[in-house]
């Protein structure tokens, strides 16, 4: 794969992710925004300060500035995953572009966030001691440094064990490996989930699963939409076939 084709590519996956952006702020913005406002409810009802000047109106911060996180975000990931892409190709098993981009999307899903925040869970922006973000930011991306390279490692050893093993042992071995080491490491690692007393269970539930759910529509939408413009890039005669014969 030359140059001219990774940056094609990494060019179409800013733009896929940028597509996927919209739709996980769509989904953010219909059912992330109520959980979050409850927890604004609770701070401004157990905070012991009062009268505070707003910088930023609550309306602007559901609005534009979720948009510009979530956009910004997924054109991010967006470019990281194609470049993955372009190194999976070919080099976990004999996939199209399409089935590539889906694995390498669900792959990013999986470690990224998936994994991390069954350490670490997402919790509503008004909820936690202002004083441990520094901390709990820390320990975040840590997981996902460390799920990230897991996974990688579980990867090579799967491919290790495949000649002697073959490939689907050599793939529940790989997966037995990671999850173990895994285990090992969300336990070793402190905790860092500092949810105030009396916060409503049901608020916080609800909120991490629009966490997960926006998740999963960036990460899905990312993969459907990338497969389709890797294939046109990676194999333009078949795409001009398949149009023909539409």
Sequence with gaps: MNSVTVRALLVRGMLAGLAAGVLAFVFAYLVGEGPVDAAIAFEEAN????????????????????????????????????LAFCFALGRVGRFGARATAALTALAGFLLIYLVPILKYPANPPAVGNPDTIGKRTILFVGMIALSVLLGIAAVLLGRRLAPAWGNWNASIAAGIAFVAVMAVVMAVLPHGDNTPKGFPANDLWEFRLASIGIQAMLWAGFGLLFGFLAERVLEPARGRVSALTA
């Design 47 to 82: 905070s012991h300060e009062h009268g505070g000047e707003e910088l930023v109106s609550r309306t602007l911060q559901s609005t534009a500035g979720l948009a510009t996180g979530v956009l910004v975000f997924g054109i991010a990931i967006g470019g990281i995953a194609a």
